[in-house]
């Protein structure tokens, strides 16, 4: 099994910065994961994909950071594990946009797969302004990073996770605009997404 992005960054920063810690960090985190697992182990499967992508590996590397970085150098840490890897995402996405007319099909692909990805079973709430005619618009009115982050004592973590959005999805075509003004994480009241078809 490939090893979770955030979890190879980290042990990638022990070995690199604190070699005669990393293996006692190694274990504190693990335990503190362990622990937050046992925490959730009730969420349902869609949730459970976010919690184990992003979420619990994410507070827990932040957690265990902290105890050997300042708190502002634990949190630009775990940001910058969560933004290298959305550049990754963007290239991919970027050479995807060459296929001719594949762009056009890109809000319609957001309208079905939002339900299904971030849907109610995995945490997630959402109010539809657009679905249809090269336009999706919704406002994210909860979100499991935001619940988890505040829950667990760090919402000052959240924005990593928002900023990794911005990063991927923003100028991915010329003829596609990505807006959002908004962001559950940041302290707003919703995430209010909008990705549509333009003419340049």
Request: glycine share 8%; with cysteine; net charge positive.
């Amino acid at each position: 099994m490939k090893k979770n992005y955030l979890v190879a960054a980290f042990e990638e920063t022990l070995a690199r910065d604190f070699p005669a810690q990393a293996r006692a960090l190694k274990l504190a985190f693990e335990t503190r994961l362990a622990h937050l697992r046992r925490e959730n182990a009730g969420a349902s499967r869609e949730k459970q994909r976010h919690l184990e992508g992003q979420i619990l590996p994410g507070i827990a590397i932040y957690e265990t950071l902290q105890t050997v970085l300042p708190k502002e150098a634990a949190l630009a840490a775990v940001h910058g594990y969560v933004e290298k890897r959305a550049w990754k995402l963007k290239a991919v996405f970027l050479k995807l946009m060459r296929l001719p007319g594949l762009y056009r099909k890109v809000p319609g692909i957001f309208s079905k797969q939002t339900p299904k990805l971030f849907g109610e079973t995995a945490g997630f709430a959402a109010r539809e302004i657009q679905t249809a005619g090269g336009v999706w618009r919704v406002d994210m009115l909860r979100c499991p990073y935001h619940d988890a982050c505040v829950q667990y004592g760090c919402p000052e973590l959240c924005p990593s996770f928002c900023d990794s959005d911005d990063i991927t999805y923003d100028g991915l075509h010329p003829n596609l605009y990505w807006h959002r003004t908004k962001t559950l994480g940041r302290g707003d009241d919703c995430c209010d997404f909008c990705l549509k078809l333009v003419q340049k």
